[in-house]
């Protein structure tokens, strides 16, 4: 069990910085359909692509919702649909992801949540904005956001740093 919610993740081996951990899947909706068929959907295992493209997941029970957030994570993006780690993380550590890495809408998709994850680093409350966060951009690296994210942050003038 987590100490963070439910039954995490965990890794049953040691993982290597860079590499593949879980890859996002499901399929491909815009708003209206999110609305109207999913908003019944857990919201943080949705994955926002584009201003109005989500990825749902096929099954709604699907192993993604067992890797809990945290804001400072071991994991980071790749792209769009993958999550690898951000460092070395041992056998039997939780894997974990800031949920602003791929969420980008407060109130869209993810209302406010509490967060207890406990890191020197907790902002208490995660929502769809925090990737505005100068921290968290220098912290993860611009390009540990998805590359919808990233979009978003070149558009806004923020300015960028290195990934992982």
Request: negative net charge; hydrophobic residues 40%.
């Amino acid at each position: 069990m987590s100490s963070l919610a439910g039954a995490g993740a965990f890794a049953v081996e040691e993982i290597p910085r860079g590499a593949i951990v879980h890859q996002f899947k499901g399929r491909v909706v815009d708003e209206d359909e999110l609305r109207e068929s999913y908003s019944d959907l857990f919201r943080s295992w949705i994955v926002q692509l584009s201003e109005d493209r989500f990825l749902v997941p096929e099954d709604r029970w699907n192993d993604r919702g067992a890797i809990n957030h945290s804001c400072d994570s071991n994991l980071v993006m790749l792209d769009s649909l993958t999550l690898v780690a951000r460092q070395r993380i041992c056998a039997g550590d939780e894997v974990t992801v800031d949920y602003s890495l791929f969420h980008g809408e407060p109130g869209r998709l993810l209302d406010a949540v509490r967060c207890k994850c406990g890191s020197i680093f907790c902002r208490e409350q995660v929502d769809g904005s925090d990737w505005r966060r100068t921290e968290l951009r220098e912290r993860y690296g611009v390009a540990s956001f998805s590359p919808f994210l990233q979009r978003r942050i070149a558009a806004a003038s923020i300015s960028p740093s290195s990934g992982m």
